[in-house]
């Protein structure tokens, strides 16, 4: 096992109707920035749900963070906080809220231009704390500190991380996700499963608690996420789903571990360029990163297979069939949870997977993200090969 | 799933060398009560580690915290640490020393008798901070609130628990437990199996992930215990013990699901009246307690066998054998690692099996333990009978 250090800060407050604990851990004097996304929290109940939690506070609403948020978006939102005076944040939303919140969080008392804190890695002090509501499991970010944020301008999508814009609360209420559409169900659960994968499926280091707490998450979102589409107001699917996704990506289960994170690096030029769902961009590369890997990650790809998806029978342990299996089983549960897994799949403005590749080579190259995965050993000539087999 | 709320504020600082990060976590001009319990620190040299990292500290040491701490040494520690007002406890040693570190703590502010915080249920106000350094992976009081504390006079033995008193860090290095005498590393993987168990072992919620990692937990125990016997320092064996004895009892695989405990209410009249090893009572009173609540958890007794214990074949789903079965392989699994199941393995100062239950259940009754279990229904009557399959 690797050395590591681990806290994690956030206060889940997990269940049905536990909405009644946030005017508690709101700060005195609460001054409120309210953000959220398009608006369907007003159409499903949440909003009014939220703005009466947030009845003791002065509240500025902030709407219209999009997916994959956007950093001309939430420059507006840090006007709003500062113009305001703002002493909290209440992100209500996915993952892309919460992210967005962490960026003008951070940003609020930077001096100088904000986008400096993803493009430069610059240090900023003092940001505004953040509750998070969560209505749509899938990124973990209710209860980390990582953000991604997208410059449109540049076709830019990069991250920062700090604690110290980790929600202090994040509330969990499974009915909040009743009324998602089926669309924000599986890429939820097809991120959440690849956040497991990424910190799961590198190489073996002796660390059997990682690897069983990894494979339970799995395991969980292979059961309950094809039932969440099934039945979509079945509130303990929908708990399992959203607890799973949430310990996906809290830190615990990467602690003592190599981390891969390649998927995500390569997938996420595919939404900076064409906009895809960000589970869309995982579900292409992962599979064939995993052909690509299959070597230096052979054994812990067996053991997923037997592990996760009970391939034991199907090749047995050493057999070239269990690596061919487990990718297949991969791509199977992708597709049972309606996310396609081929570039040719999708609409990618007109551009030929060809020049789609080599435009996303380039945007790696720029991003300086030329030597990713858990060995450093994937270059742009590797992530090319991958993407071809993702054609 | 149950509703939760859940956080666990410990910063867990995992691996060899790790001390090095304990000097930056005291508090600006420390004022340390260092304690610690019969002085195998000093042989193995962590007494002389902990002095170095506390080198620009103002240092008090009281040492002779005896296994299950008694209200009479740790009311003199209160006693140090109020005449030379300190403002930290580092606590070094297994689960005994951080629980006495913990009733230091909360007494240390407390009008009154501190006995009260116990007996009482008395609310206390500013704490001592505490670090913790784990020396014996067991009880998980290293990020838990939890504390157990023996009064001798009376033969109590008494529980509190509040988040205020959770260290503030733990260090976690499996180096320092490589000269652990092999008693002590049974007792810890036994500790930490029923730990699991009391929040596993009860009746099914739809709660999957919290069983997959109650059961990843176990599994790890069941591999790693023994090796940990055999080979008293491979590094990684006693990492992935330590790991789990803290995952077992730091709040997490417990929450959203029903908790049982009655093992260990029961398991504590044997300390208190005989100072049995708190682990080798857990060992002699959860098989039987199994065997009589067998109709009440069989769904989970069977899940156990069969995910845990590998049992799928011997009996299956619904045969009676599966129970039987999966009860023999707790009672194998915990002889294996050397920790006897019955009371009359045991010294019981020379009482019979008859008078020593006799005795039990009045103590369990003195205490107020008459309704336990997750259903409340383990009462004096149901107790004797658990008792009575121990002998």
């Known amino acids: 096992m690797l050395n590591f250090t681990f806290k994690n800060q956030t206060e889940i407050l997990f269940g049905k109707g536990q909405i009644s604990e946030v005017p508690a851990r709101l700060p005195a004097n609460a001054k409120v920035l309210f953000l959220y996304g398009g608006g369907s929290i007003k159409k499903n109940g949440i909003y009014d749900q939220v703005v009466n939690a947030l009845k003791d506070a002065e509240v500025f609403e902030f709407s219209g963070v999009e997916p994959n948020p956007s950093y001309e978006t939430l420059i507006k939102a ?21 992210d967005g919140a962490k960026f003008v969080a951070a940003a609020h008392n930077f001096d100088g231009e904000p986008w400096d804190i993803l493009a430069k890695g610059a240090t900023f002090e003092n940001p505004l704390p953040i509750g998070a509501v969560l209505t749509l499991p899938a990124t973990g970010s209710e209860s980390n500190g990582n953000s991604v944020v997208t410059k449109k301008e540049t076709s830019q999508k990069l991250a920062f991380a700090s604690e110290t814009v980790q929600p202090q609360f994040a509330l969990l209420d499974p009915e909040f996700t009743f009324s998602l559409p089926p669309r924000q169900i599986s890429n939820g659960a097809v991120d959440a499963f690849v956040h497991v994968i990424e910190q799961y499926l590198t190489y073996p280091v002796n660390a059997p608690l990682q690897d069983r707490f990894a494979e339970g998450i799995l395991q969980t979102l292979i059961v309950e996420g094809p039932k969440a589409l099934e039945n979509p107001e079945d509130y303990d699917v929908r708990a399992n789903v959203m607890w799973s996704a949430t310990m996906a990506l809290n830190g615990l289960i990467g602690k003592g571990v190599p981390q891969d994170w390649a998927t995500h690096m390569i997938g996420h030029e595919l939404t900076a360029i064409y906009g895809l769902d960000h589970a869309q961009t995982l579900a292409i590369v992962l599979p064939s990163l995993m052909k690509v890997q299959a070597e230096s990650k052979k054994e812990k790809i067996a053991q997923l297979g037997q592990r ?65 995965g858990e060995h450093g050993d994937i270059d742009p000539a590797k992530a090319r090969k991958i993407l071809e087999l993702s054609v």
Not at 78 to 98: H, K, P, Y
Not at 347 to 371: C, F, R
Request: charge should be negative.
């Open 78 to 98: 840090v006007d709003v906080a500062r113009t305001n005076e703002v002493n909290f944040i209440l992100a209500v939303g996915g993952g892309s809220v919460i």
């Open 308 to 372: 996760v998806f009970g391939l034991a029978g199907a090749g047995g342990v050493g057999s070239e069939h269990i690596i061919d299996d487990t990718i297949q089983a991969v791509v199977n549960f992708f597709e049972d949870m309606g996310v396609e897994t081929k570039m040719s799949d999708y609409d990618l403005n007109g551009d030929s997977t060809e020049v789609a590749i080599d435009k996303l080579i380039a945007n790696l190259e720029k991003n300086g993200m030329t030597a990713i």
